[in-house]
């Protein structure tokens, strides 16, 4: 039956969400607890109930997302502080020659977006492509779009990067499913919109100049290996614990070797294990001192704690949904229907809320703060689990535009105009999120 006071309660509660953060720029960790009292108080719970759940949601998210957020931001500083990030881009370029530069840069994207945040990678990497543009007469853009679709694939579809890890724990799917169909989705979209799309958006672009970063770029391609081998530890020990706990058997105890992968294979571990790797082999190499690498672990946690803070505020908003009995009603409707409903529900969500506010983190933690009360009420196969979270994340990159602090800093670097910036990086981006969504769905129909 449905409950139209509940109803009236989640649409009213992500509306004033979506006014405070667009008509009073409120700070979105604010604003999502503001909208959680909303739904709370419509829904007609009782006012410690209602504290009670924020205390609840905040606490049961924050346990493992500031863990998991807060190790890959000290793993990805040290990985570009070391100018790794630097000379993968210079490594894969001498290795593909000028003629195949925009595959290299696009792997580059695609492998450095994984331990380094999205903002950070581009801006290093921008003298690698003015260098790409001076030695082939071609324009900035030209190798700038595809360096981009590797970063914002990989950024929103592949932990642990902070998104996906915060929407996978919303969702309680194991991370290790997400990085596999992760990879599976985010390789095709990477041709699709990084080789394909973005050549032709670059030929109706006009090219601005580039913009000087002011920073001594330094790189070292000889740590290449290194990096790529510290990059793969976190990547092999998750997905190895999944297939760890897949492939045993049922109603039998565990072997002390699957304890041990699983152990290994838990996020916390595995990424403790590669940011001392990170940390203590890439010091020695670059020489750096104890104070040194202690300072470049306290800056790495400042971005992350805004990240860590607004997705346990979407725990809670999340939690509100579950107490007021919203999660469940709504659940009842896909009862029947499976995840073939909830994909494109969950892409639209979050597709709604990014074009609306800009946000990617505030549209995948709202549409999963959505879309976790129903899958907690159904049964669901943690494969199914992990699409829903990629369906999410595919449509938070969906069209970025001028709400979008992404879209100034292409604008800005790239030196381009507005309306250029509409051209190449929101259609970029378009292209991104709807083509990771119509894959995700092929693959829902036959798993």
Do not use: C
């Not at 991370?175 to 599976?184: C, E, R, S």
């Not at 394909?196 to 000889?222: I, L, M, N, P, R």
């Amino acid at each position: 039956m449905i409950d139209f006071q509940l109803i009236a309660a989640v649409v009213i509660g992500i509306g004033v969400l979506l006014a405070l953060i667009i008509a009073l720029k409120l700070n979105a960790f604010i604003s999502l607890l503001i909208s959680s009292i909303v739904v709370g108080v419509i829904a007609g719970m009782e006012f410690n109930a209602i504290t009670d759940a924020i205390s609840k949601g905040m606490g049961g998210t924050l346990g493992y997302v500031a863990v998991v957020v807060g190790l890959g931001a000290i793993f990805g500083a040290i990985l570009e502080k070391s100018g790794g990030a630097n000379g993968l881009a210079h490594f894969l370029i001498s290795r593909f020659g000028d003629n195949n530069a925009r595959a290299a840069v696009l792997i580059a994207g695609f492998i450095i977006a994984i331990p380094v945040f999205f903002d950070v990678a581009f801006i290093i990497l921008i003298p690698v492509l003015h260098a790409l543009s001076i030695r082939t007469g071609k324009s900035v853009i030209y190798f700038a779009l595809p360096l981009l679709a590797g970063l914002a694939i990989t950024h929103s579809l592949i932990p642990p990067t902070p998104g996906p890890v915060a929407v996978a724990d919303i969702i309680d799917v194991d991370l290790g499913w997400v990085i596999l169909f992760g990879a599976i989705v985010g390789i095709p979209v990477a041709v699709i919109s990084g080789l394909w799309f973005s050549k032709w958006a670059a030929s109706k672009v006009k090219s601005g100049e580039f913009v000087d970063t002011g920073e001594k770029q330094e790189f070292d391609t000889t740590i290449v290996p290194i990096i790529l081998g510290i990059i793969a530890v976190p990547l092999f020990l998750i997905v190895r614990g999944t297939i760890v706990k897949m492939l045993h058997e049922p109603d039998t105890e565990f072997t002390l070797w699957e304890e041990i992968w699983i152990f290994l294979g838990h996020p916390f571990v595995s990424l403790i294990i590669a940011t001392l790797l990170a940390l203590f082999i890439l010091g020695r190499i670059k020489k750096y001192s104890l104070k040194e690498l202690f300072d470049i672990s306290n800056k790495s946690l400042a971005p992350a704690g805004s990240i860590i803070l607004i997705t346990g505020a979407g725990g809670v908003f999340k939690q509100m949904l579950i107490e007021t009995g919203a999660g469940d009603m709504i659940a009842q409707l896909f009862a029947d229907s499976g995840s073939v409903y909830l994909i494109p529900l969950a892409f639209v969500i979050a597709a709604l809320v990014r074009i609306l506010q800009g946000s990617a983190t505030v549209a995948m933690i709202t549409a999963a703060g959505v879309i976790a009360p129903i899958m907690s009420e159904l049964s669901f196969p943690d494969i199914h689990k992990a699409l829903v979270v990629l369906s999410i994340a595919a449509g938070s990159v969906f069209l970025s535009h001028v709400n979008d602090s992404g879209f100034w800093l292409v604008n800005r670097y790239l030196d381009l105009s507005v309306q250029d910036t509409l051209k190449s990086w929101s259609a970029l981006t378009m292209v991104i999120g709807l083509s990771s969504f119509i894959i995700i769905y092929l693959i829902s129909l036959f798993v």
